[in-house]
């Protein structure tokens, strides 16, 4: 971990610190760099990437959504719709994740249980059965099938009688953070890499207004790591993305206003506010100086924001409700784009329609009744903000210095590097949680007997019903079509064509998710980390 540099309080007491280890002084006095004539839509964007931000619109309410089949998905879509949702948020499950049908060995058991199994683009019909995909943006949480899914929206799009050029949304897409943090990778880093930048270039040219990639942070922060290491991780991935698009040929103006960010938001309120305008300043500058981008827009950090699965408590869940209107509230004095709220009764399940209801009306009431949407930048000239946001600023730039001098994230992601860092700080959260000196309301303080709350339960049998299903789609295919297309796309694997117009093809001719990925792992093999201690 790279060291603090403390900053020294007057006060003679026992110090009091940030979650990330940063001193916070009795009282503060004016002595931030920030140049309080900065403007919110201005370079490097620090007060915000838009001039009115909310008073204009608020950021976009896209709920996280997906359990069981697809039918069960889109009634869930349908009346979050219908409660004042206004984007859609996809979550698939784990074999759907690492590219596997629901009736392989591999998937036994855990078929439609933490998102949606989506088999082929007739599960993906289902599940937007309803929804004109030209009128609504939708976010796919997916990474190592995220060509595949992309495949299936867009296919699934033209069927309801949209143009590509028409589709709206963003795929999450980000390959290494999974090597990171969540580890639901296919193959290799430099085949991944080569996916993601033919997403890019594909999206580039063909579907315009999709966000390709959502850089996240969020799962590096769920994994243990500080504010400081979450911003810089992801801006040393972002940079890593950035330059595997310009070696395929892209200049930087043609795709990056079409890069966004997804980051974690924990409860340490000024923190988090203060990561958020660091992260924006920081990106603009690396854009500006490093990779000469011309359009303003290139420039600009847009990120999608979801509050702490990790810091929500089994015990006494209703508590969970305050803590996401806290988290919530950090979220838009940030200035996020978008925002997912998690709800009251995730650390024990998905979450039941009334709680999902709950988390979105948090955002409502902040967004009508909070008055924080009545200013651009609400917390602008707060002393103790902005010398927070001059501490972590410093160390981040040590950070990507760092990762720099070892060849970029891919090589210090092979070293261990970031795993390393995480997993420190996770073992120093976890031993204050454990000593009771970080108190969590409920677990180490304040504990009492309770009754568990009604779940949301995935019943067994939407396995057998995929598996029916995929078998009858198998039968009733164009084999000898799917044969063709399938064939064509291991060819292209093969070369340095981008694959994805050969992905959207095999998807119309019903390949399957665990076809198309066993067609690529055939080519590029499967990824197998090295033990890192």
């Known amino acids: 971990m790279v060291a603090k540099k403390l900053t020294k309080s007057k006060v003679t007491e026992k110090q009091i610190f940030t979650d990330s280890e940063y001193v916070v002084k009795r009282i503060y006095q004016k002595s931030s760099k920030t140049k309080s004539t900065e403007d919110a ?53 784990l074999p759907t994740q690492i590219g596997y049908d629901s009736d392989s060995p591999q998937a036994e058991g855990e078929v439609g249980k933490v998102g949606v199994s989506i088999t082929s683009i007739k599960d993906m019909m289902i599940a937007f059965d309803g929804i004109p995909l030209g009128k609504v943006s939708s976010s796919m949480t997916i990474n190592s099938t995220a060509s595949t899914l992309l495949a299936y929206y867009i296919a699934v799009g033209e069927s309801q009688g949209f143009k590509s050029t028409e589709l709206r949304g963003t795929t999450q897409n980000d390959i290494l953070k999974e090597y990171i943090a969540r580890n639901t990778y296919i193959y290799p880093p430099q ?35 500080t504010a400081t290491q979450e911003i810089a991780f992801t801006l040393a991935n972002a940079i890593a993305y950035i330059e595997t698009c310009l070696e395929k040929g892209l200049k930087i103006d043609d795709f990056a206003p079409r890069l966004s960010f997804f980051f974690c938001c924990t409860i340490e309120f000024f923190e988090e506010v203060a990561k958020f305008r660091v992260a924006r300043k920081i990106y603009a500058k690396i854009l500006k100086e490093k990779f000469h981008a011309k359009n303003p827009r290139s ?9 702490s699965g990790e810091s929500l408590t089994a015990q006494q869940p209703n508590n969970n409700i305050v803590r996401v209107a806290i988290q919530t509230m950090a979220a838009v004095a940030g200035g996020t784009q978008s925002l997912h709220t998690n709800s009251r009764d995730e650390a024990l399940a998905l979450p039941t329609q009334e709680s999902a209801k709950i988390a979105l009306r948090t955002q409502q009431i902040i967004a009508h009744e ?30 990507l210095k760092k990762i720099e001098k070892m060849g970029g994230s891919v090589k210090a992601i092979e070293k261990g590097f970031f795993q ?27 504990s009492e007997e309770e009754q568990q709350p009604e779940l949301l339960r995935i019943d067994g049998r939407i396995e057998i019903q995929q598996n029916k299903a995929i078998k009858k789609l198998r039968a009733d295919r164009d084999s000898k079509k799917l044969e063709n297309a399938l064939s064509a796309m291991q060819s292209a694997a093969d070369t340095e064509e981008n694959l994805m117009p050969y992905i959207v093809t095999a998807a119309k001719a019903f390949a399957t998710t665990g076809e198309i990925s066993n067609t690529f792992r055939e080519v590029f093999g499967e990824y197998r980390p090295k033990e890192v201690f």
Request: glycine share 8%.
């Open 420 to 446: 390393s860092e995480i997993r420190a700080n996770a073992y120093r959260l976890k031993k204050e949680t454990d000593d009771a000196k970080r108190i969590i309301v409920g677990v180490n303080k304040y």
């Open 299 to 307: 420039l600009q950090l847009k990120f999608h924001t979801q509050t």
């Open 191 to 225: 085949p991944s890499m080569r996916l993601i930048g033919d997403m890019i270039e594909f999206c580039a040219d063909k579907v315009p207004s999709w966000y390709p990639v959502s850089i996240s942070g969020y799962h590096m922060r769920e994994a243990g790591c």
């Open 370 to 399: 909070s008055g924080i949407t009545k200013t651009a930048d609400p917390l602008a000239g707060s002393y103790y903000l902005e010398e927070l946001c001059d501490q972590i600023e410093i160390d981040v730039w040590k950070y």
């Open 41 to 93: 839509g201005t370079y490097p964007f620090t007060r915000g990437i838009h001039p009115e931000m909310f008073r204009e619109r608020f950021w976009t309410m896209r709920q996280y959504s997906g359990f069981g089949d697809a039918k069960l998905t889109n009634e869930r879509f349908k009346f979050m719709l219908e409660k004042g949702q206004t984007g859609l948020s996809m979550a698939f499950d």
